[in-house]
């Protein structure tokens, strides 16, 4: 299977902050056959990668509740110069949640809050160089920003990560752009302002892939998730919406049969 080519802006990796890591670890190996290596205790927390078809794919770490954060996936995006990266976040009216650090051995990471509050991890490669499978079952499939703030988080992912967008729909109801065009899009930012609940902030969501998209759903719901959304067709594939045992949301799609 040929690793996912990742450029600078692209999405990179992903991680799963739980309150309960055990309980995830459990949730997913079933849903999606993940195996598991966790890192070094003292140099790395602890910290979980997670595996699919033996390729690196997503990571997991204790959400101890200092931060106030309930249980959420994490979207991090490739960048060049973290240092830089940060400045150009907070000149582009975002914020700087956590500054960029150093993970021994790995790269550097930074935490940040967009133009329309939500957030967005980056990444600056070293010995790890992100999720090594893409679109295939169990693996990230699409990532994709719902924000209130549709103009100002378009101009910050332009401004800060040096997407190159594409307009998808401009329609009063459908308003959606994507980080390059057509089958070589690799991220898309909704209106999300006449749907998102208020107590519910701008957020990333990530979709991972799945061979069929209703087995899933009704093996997640009886490991303990929450059907959010149940599997419907669309454009893109049949997805659906799930909230993990511990409340951590995420999507699921099923790619569409190619065409006879």
């Not at 990742?6 to 890591?21: E, K, N, R, V």
């Not at 055990?22 to 997913?28: D, G, I, M, V, W």
């Not at 809050?113 to 992100?130: C, E, I, K």
Request: proline share 8%; charged share 20%.
């Amino acid at each position: 299977m040929p690793k996912p080519v990742i450029a600078a802006g692209d999405p990179c990796w992903i991680d799963l902050m739980s309150s309960d890591p055990q309980n995830s670890r459990e949730f997913y190996a079933h849903l999606f056959g993940w195996t598991y290596e966790t890192g070094d205790e003292e140099k790395y927390g602890g910290y979980v990668t997670a595996f699919a078809q033996g390729a690196p794919v997503a990571g997991m770490m204790k959400n101890d509740g200092e931060s106030g954060y309930p249980d959420v996936w994490t979207t991090y995006l490739r960048v060049d110069d973290i240092d830089a990266t940060a400045e150009a976040a907070a000149t582009a009216g975002g914020q700087v949640l956590m500054p960029p650090m150093e993970v021994p051995d790995q790269g550097h990471m930074a935490m940040f809050l967009d133009a329309g509050g939500a957030a967005v991890g980056a990444w600056q490669f070293g010995g790890h160089t992100g999720y090594q499978l893409k679109g295939e079952p169990g693996a990230p499939f699409w990532h994709e920003l719902h924000t209130r703030e549709y103009a100002p988080s378009v101009k910050f992912y332009q401004d800060v990560f040096g997407w190159d967008t594409s307009v998808m729909s401009d329609s009063e109801d459908f308003r959606y752009t994507t980080l390059g065009s057509g089958e070589g899009s690799r991220a898309g930012i909704m209106d999300a302002s006449f749907y998102l609940p208020d107590a519910v902030p701008s957020n990333w969501q990530i979709y991972f892939g799945v061979d069929n998209a209703d087995a899933t759903v009704e093996t997640a719901a009886s490991l303990g998730a929450h059907v959010i959304h149940p599997a419907e067709d669309s454009p893109f594939g049949r997805m659906a919406t799930l909230a993990d045992p511990t409340g951590a949301v995420f999507k699921i799609a099923q790619r569409p049969d190619p065409a006879p």
